[in-house]
């Protein structure tokens, strides 16, 4: 089978640097993408990482170990914005996508 | 660039009642998908087509739900007939076939209550 595991909450305050972990177990592996959803919004698009590394776009970076099976999400100088929930999601070879259960973002004053 | 399209936007049934949920995605985007995510749950994919041919139905439940794709370009997905835990957004997304990223684009979503 496949399984995704986030946490499910994370909190932290406006400038800040906040990192989402994503653990995954499936079979034939081929890239790890990142959502941002908003309460009532559609998922858009981070990040994707198919080689191992840091990709970096702008406040936001993401993480893969292929190794590991795990990758993270860094966001960094936190603004009230970034309050969403954030979904991990393996792409298969076959292409099929399985997206994790989302963590959810707080961003405090 | 028009968006990802979706309609109806909200939708309120009684169980055993039909539905059907209408998608245009993005134009040029061969790739469709349909997703279903229920409340403070990642999406779960349901179908995936490429152009007008099925890639991935291994989650649909297919006793009751039904999806089609007639000209590779618009999409309807149908519940019939619906039970309670299908109260959710369905969500259509698109992308473009031939592109290791896959970045998926998703429409508003059509939230269904079932009552």
């Known amino acids: 089978g496949q399984s995704l595991e986030q946490p499910s909450e994370v909190t932290a305050v406006e400038g800040a640097i906040v990192q989402i972990n994503c653990t995954y177990q499936t079979s034939g592996f081929y890239g790890l993408s990142w959502y941002q959803q908003h309460d009532g919004g559609a998922p858009t698009f981070l990040s994707y990482?198919?080689?191992?590394g840091l990709e970096e776009t702008g406040r936001f970076s993401s993480f893969l170990s292929r190794s590991d099976s795990y990758g993270y999400l860094l966001l960094q100088e936190l603004q009230m914005k970034d309050s969403a929930s954030y979904f991990c999601?393996?792409?298969?070879?076959?292409?099929?996508?399985?997206f994790g259960p989302g963590t959810r973002l707080s961003v405090l004053p | 660039e028009a968006g990802v399209a979706q309609s109806p936007r909200y939708k309120i049934i009684e169980k055993r009642q039909s539905v059907a949920f209408w998608c245009n995605p993005i134009?040029?985007?061969?790739?469709l998908y349909w997703y279903q995510q229920i409340l403070g749950q990642g999406p779960k994919l349901l179908i995936q087509f490429q152009n007008n041919g099925v890639v991935d139905d291994s989650q649909l439940p297919k006793d009751r739900f039904s999806a089609e794709r007639l000209k590779g370009v618009d999409s309807t997905l149908k519940i019939q007939p619906a039970k309670l835990e299908d109260s959710a957004v369905y969500l259509c997304a698109s992308s473009l076939e031939r592109e290791v990223v896959n970045e998926q684009f998703f429409g508003p979503g059509t939230r269904l209550t079932v009552l």
């Open positions: 134009s040029g985007h061969a790739t």
């Open positions: 999601a393996v792409k298969n070879y076959g292409q099929n996508f399985v």
């Open positions: 990482n198919g080689l191992d």
